[in-house]
């Protein structure tokens, strides 16, 4: 079946660094892929999404690119602040029904002034 | 305010005691969904809804029930819990349709099973 496998955490960083978290995916057809953002004590939010082979999703200074031939979604940024603390999920489509959602494990990031 | 409500928010409670975390939305979302959190797991869809009266188990069904009697709420029953059922839940939902909606979701509801 489809699933999505994400860098370990937590990740902690300081003010300004850049950003990865890597995301790979397992699916088969063309599923769509997203990153969803979990600050503490909140739902997820839906950060950025790529619906195709190449597309970059970006919000936020956030950025993703789907690369289909690495089967992978990593999200980068290039200037973290304190305020992007939060666990970040990597997620794909189950086209088998189109809105079912397969996340990874979740990363926790933590970022230091 | 476009949203997604859940309640309660934390709820501890025993083993084989009924309860219900009940779900709304005021978007007219044609799509409801329940997916439970767990660390190391990530996310995983327990059932799902496309319309009123249309329910369909997701990848952790077991030991859990729900209804869609109206268009905006969509409870989460547990009959019987189970110490293993202790997770953090989350309901979301969506627009059906075209291509793949943004899901909307809920602030999540913490359950301790003793």
């Known amino acids: 079946g489809n699933s999505v496998t994400q860098m370990e955490g937590p990740v902690t960083l300081s003010e300004e660094a850049f950003l990865t978290i890597n995301c790979t995916y397992t699916?088969?057809?063309?599923?769509?892929l997203f990153w969803y953002v979990q600050y503490p004590g909140e739902g997820l939010q839906l950060l950025l999404k790529?619906?195709?082979?190449?597309d970059k999703g970006s919000n936020k200074g956030f950025e993703a690119t789907y690369r289909k031939e690495t089967t992978s979604f990593h999200l980068e940024k290039g200037s973290v602040q304190v305020s992007d603390s939060a666990v970040y999920f990597c997620?794909?489509?189950?086209?088998?029904?189109?809105?079912?959602?397969?996340f990874g494990q979740g990363t926790r990031l933590t970022i230091n002034p | 305010e476009a949203q997604v409500t859940q309640n309660p928010r934390y709820l501890i409670t025993v083993t084989g005691k009924k309860l219900t975390v009940t779900c709304s939305q005021n978007?007219?979302?044609?799509?409801m969904s329940w997916y439970r959190q767990d660390p190391g797991l990530g996310l995983r869809q327990i059932y799902y809804?496309?319309?009123?009266?249309?329910?369909d188990k997701g990848d952790v069904p077991e030991g859990y029930k729900v209804s869609r009697k109206e268009k905006r709420n969509f409870p989460l029953i547990l009959e019987s819990p189970s110490p293993n059922q202790t997770s953090l839940y989350f309901c979301?939902?969506?627009?059906?349709?075209?291509?793949?909606?943004?899901?909307?979701f809920g602030p999540g509801t913490r359950l301790t099973v003793l």
């Open positions: 979301a939902s969506s627009f059906l349709g075209t291509g793949v909606n943004e899901q909307f």
């Open positions: 699916a088969t057809g063309y599923p769509s």
């Open positions: 790529a619906t195709k082979a190449d």
């Open positions: 997620a794909l489509s189950d086209e088998a029904g189109a809105q079912k959602l397969v």
């Open positions: 978007m007219n979302h044609e799509y």
């Open positions: 809804s496309m319309n009123v009266e249309v329910t």
